[in-house]
């Protein structure tokens, strides 16, 4: 069995362990399990010895015989340290901190009743581990077991860091799926710009017999032949890439030290035909179109700059649209996980709509540059206008992967913001406690928490516990949600809650109110009876009473803190002061009750209201992580574009050297090019970013008062934009420039 437990000092402090660690209390028969062995005293003989680890020891200065409090869910109890316990290799185990206790006092603390949170199985010499395992796995009739061996063993050791890998694991999923769409978007876009270079080509091709389908080959055949050169150097680069990115996920904390990078067959089994698909894809979009235009149509030069949008590409383009703007209208009248989620919904959607309406978008915001005043400057300025105004489909592929770059990256620099500007917005109207009892041990006892209310100028206390529990039944089994458990009697004093459905009046022993960000998630609904499985397996049917909507941040729902099951202690305690009641007089007597093992910080309503928006800028790397990737994928994506768009215009550039430009009037009318195409991508990503912030903000609060973008992030960003685009395009342009005009003229495309 496994429970929270933290050594307390003389006075009430707990004894400090490194951040990582994971203070825990076992019983003394566990450490077979583990490598802890006694360096100096003995076993626990009765209930009120325990043995401590060397980091604990060493940290606290504790001794043999030395009487220390440990405190728990369940209470906080004075123990006589009678042996001190190490790994072979040293004084330390990584990310842990260990007390133990007699088994007969583990059993009462963890309220096990004799069940057990693990059993470990220790073979004989000769036996195979697999084959005792599936044993097992053949005998366990009443409880199904998650039986491991071998290295699966490290999934239940809590020094394994198996929990940090889980959830990276998790993450790099998510961004693997995201990058996924955003490589196809972009690919598709760079495959479309060089299908239209190759016109000429292509028609030329269809003049002498080949079929639409036998031009579609053709490219999808080169895409498959470049994605396999791709995925071939991507795999030779990916081991250091990987080390390099543990290396710094272990320096943030995020990764166990001893993690390591290996190589795995399977990945590039799945890895190559991944990236083989969506090129495939990219290409197949790209051609599908061109493939099929009649070759002479294709032969003419004054039929590649197009004139106008097709009208289906233009009414898909408008439904696109339309469609990335209900996203946002909907965003605040349906549960708001999944208004958080319509976030990337209407950012996918509105690029999209970016790559359909494009050319359409250029023109206009070509024709609103030309209107500004001062502009046109000079000749080149006025020829740069031109060109963007009547090339607009050449000039749409290179605002399109800018577009997305900069709405990712607005996106980027305003998720976490908003998302915490709306959590405490919501924290703050909930909440309606003077003070907050945060522990600094793992849990409190509930009977010190008690006695909080007994001060004077106290004039109620809520007891609160965040727990992981299982939700649901049936052939799809238990689902995990954060709830909330609260003492029902004096919630409506601490907690202000928004009814949706249902009353809270019926809260109490025996039912459940669920948050509107979950309602689509858990099993039931209002009126009907949901099954609870807490994390000791007992069972609770627990009635829907109530639908609230401004829970976010507590949890998934609220259970009364009497259907708890005996060894949870108290996470948060809200306090309520009496009128006219001294905050420093409570404060203080709070803090007398240390010496009996009350290990609390005492915050304000505004400390702890900005306790939670440090919270989540904490975790904001997660969804900057998974965000900026795409946002560099979609710049790199810019960039090859732009030199593709540029290397083409190698006979353009020499005909206007020859009726008499000079080399930097074509750089001049290169540069302002590229800052009209800039401009353009910018004030449009910075929109599509916006309103892609949106939902976060509406699906949270239920409107758009939470939305927040770091302005610095921003400007940046739209800086680095414009002195990196301008930049690559004039040195894009100066190979061009280098032959004499006569001969770049003379060169065949």
């Not at 031009?215 to 250091?240: D, F, M, T």
């Amino acid at each position: 069995v496994e429970i929270p437990a933290q050594v307390l000092s003389g006075n009430g402090t707990p004894v400090a362990v490194p951040d990582e660690a994971t203070p825990l209390g076992q019983a003394w028969s566990s450490a077979a399990l583990t490598p802890f062995t006694i360096q100096d005293g003995r076993a626990p003989a009765s209930n009120d010895e325990i043995v401590v680890d060397g980091r604990i020891a060493r940290s606290g200065d504790i001794r043999i015989g030395d009487a220390v409090m440990v405190a728990t869910g369940v209470d906080t109890g004075r123990y006589t340290v009678v042996g001190v316990a190490v790994p072979p290799d040293g004084d330390r185990l990584e990310r842990q901190a260990t007390v133990f206790f007699h088994d007969d006092r583990a059993d009462e603390l963890a309220a096990s009743s004799g069940a057990a949170d693990l059993v470990g199985v220790i073979v004989q010499d000769d036996a195979d581990p697999s084959e005792v395992a599936r044993a097992i796995d053949r005998i366990q009739e009443p409880i199904p077991l998650d039986v491991l061996a071998g290295d699966e063993r490290g999934k239940v050791d809590a020094a394994a860091g198996n929990i940090m890998v889980r959830d990276m694991g998790a993450l790099f999923g998510v961004m693997a799926g995201f990058v996924g769409f955003v490589t196809i978007f972009v690919l598709a876009s760079t495959f479309g710009f060089a299908v239209q270079q190759r016109r000429r080509e292509i028609g030329l091709l269809r003049a002498i017999g080949y079929t639409p389908k036998q031009v579609r080959r053709s490219i999808l055949i080169e895409a498959l032949a470049i994605s396999a050169v791709g995925s071939v150097i991507g795999l030779l680069l990916a081991r250091s890439v990987a080390r390099l990115v543990v290396e710094i996920m272990i320096s943030w904390d995020k990764l166990p030290g001893s993690f390591e990078v290996r190589p795995s067959k399977v990945a590039s089994l799945i890895v190559i035909p991944s990236g083989a698909a969506i090129a495939l894809l990219a290409a197949w979009i790209a051609s599908r179109k061109t493939s099929t235009i009649a070759p002479l149509e294709t032969l003419q030069e004054a039929a590649v700059p197009k004139p106008r949008l097709g009208f289906w590409r233009l009414v898909w383009g408008v439904l696109v649209l339309a469609a990335g703007g209900l996203c946002v209208l909907l965003s605040g009248s349906v549960p708001a996980t999944v208004g958080v989620m319509f976030s990337l919904g209407v950012i996918v959607l509105l690029s999209i709509a970016c790559v359909l309406l494009g050319p359409l978008v250029v023109r206009i915001g070509a024709r609103l540059v030309m209107r500004i005043p001062g502009f046109p400057m000079t000749e080149p300025d006025a020829l740069a206008a031109h060109n963007t105004l009547h090339q607009s489909f050449r000039m749409a592929s290179v605002v399109t992967p800018i577009v997305l770059a900069v709405g990712m990256t607005t996106m980027m620099f305003g998720f976490t913001s908003t998302q915490e500007a709306a959590m405490v917005q919501v924290t703050d109207e909930r909440m309606a406690a003077d003070l907050y009892l945060v522990p600094e041990t793992g849990e409190l006892p509930r009977e010190l928490v008690i006695r909080v209310g007994e001060i004077p100028g106290v004039a109620s206390i809520t007891m609160a516990t965040t727990l992981e529990v299982g939700i649901g039944e049936g052939r799809d089994g238990y689902f995990p949600y954060q709830v909330m458990a609260v003492d029902a009697e004096t919630i409506h004093e601490t907690m202000r809650l928004e009814v949706n459905e249902g009353t809270l009046d019926a809260f109490g022993p025996g039912t459940i109110v669920v948050d509107r960000m979950a309602e689509l998630d858990v099993p039931g609904s209002l009126g009907t009876t949901s099954r609870v499985l807490f994390p000791d397996g007992t069972l609770r049917d627990l009635e829907w009473v109530a639908t609230t909507g401004n829970l976010a941040g507590a949890g998934d729902a609220l259970l009364s803190i009497d259907d708890l099951p005996a060894g949870f202690g108290v996470s948060l305690g809200m306090v309520n002061l009496e009128a006219g009641a001294s905050v420093d007089d409570v404060v203080s007597n709070i803090d007398a009750l240390r010496a009996d093992g009350l290990a609390v910080s005492v915050l304000t309503h505004d400390q702890y209201v900005g306790g939670v928006g440090v919270s989540i800028q904490q975790e904001g790397w997660a969804s900057n992580l998974i965000i900026g990737s795409a946002a560099a994928f979609g710049a790199l994506a810019a960039f090859n574009t732009l030199v593709m768009s540029i290397s083409e215009r190698s006979r353009e550039f020499a005909l206007m050297r020859m009726i008499g430009a000079t080399r930097g009037q074509v750089l001049r009318m290169i540069r302002a090019e590229s800052i009209i195409l800039t401009l353009i991508a910018v004030v449009l990503g910075a929109v599509v970013g916006l309103a892609s912030l949106t939902p976060v903000s509406v699906g949270i609060t239920g409107d758009a008062g939470a939305l927040r973008v770091s302005v610095v992030g921003v400007g940046l960003t739209v800086a680095l934009a414009f002195a990196s685009i301008v930049g690559i395009a004039l040195l894009a342009v100066r190979p061009a420039l280098r032959s004499g005009a006569s001969t770049a003229i003379s060169v065949k495309e």
